[in-house]
């Protein structure tokens, strides 16, 4: 019924939190790294704004795929209340359960997803810098 709400609400928390991290950053670190053992270049390390844009994307994607499908199925309507489980208490009951046990559960799961993505990405990084030549 309204389940796509709690992971929008989610994403736009996050997005909000992005954009002032991203203005609040000066200059981007970098670090050396040797890519098949040649040389070595210089390689921007990714920024925790940028980390949180990936959880936005899933966020967001996530949200609007079910929101269509909500659509589709006729319990979001262009007209108001909007969701149609809204217009009677005894629905709107349901939804707001629905909302606190799938719509949570949803969010908490693509976050999860998120962090692990947050910990391959850090095991590559420091796999990178292990790779350099060691400093004489």
Request: charge should be neutral; include cysteine.
């Amino acid at each position: 019924m309204a389940c796509f709400l709690v992971p929008a609400a989610e994403a736009v928390v996050t997005t909000i939190a992005a954009k002032v991290m991203k203005s609040k950053e000066v200059n981007p670190e970098t670090v050396k790294v040797q890519i098949d053992g040649e040389g070595l270049v210089e390689a921007e390390k990714l920024s925790f704004s940028k980390k949180l844009g990936w959880l936005n994307k899933l966020l967001w994607g996530g949200s609007g795929l079910l929101a269509f499908e909500h659509v589709w199925h006729g319990e979001v309507v262009p007209w108001f209340p909007f969701l149609t489980a809204a217009s009677n208490p005894t629905d709107a009951a349901e939804m707001l359960q629905e909302m606190s046990t799938v719509g949570v559960t949803m969010a908490v799961l693509v976050t999860a997803v998120w962090a692990g993505m947050l910990a391959v990405s850090s095991v590559i990084e420091k796999k990178a810098q292990k790779a350099l030549p060691a400093k004489n």
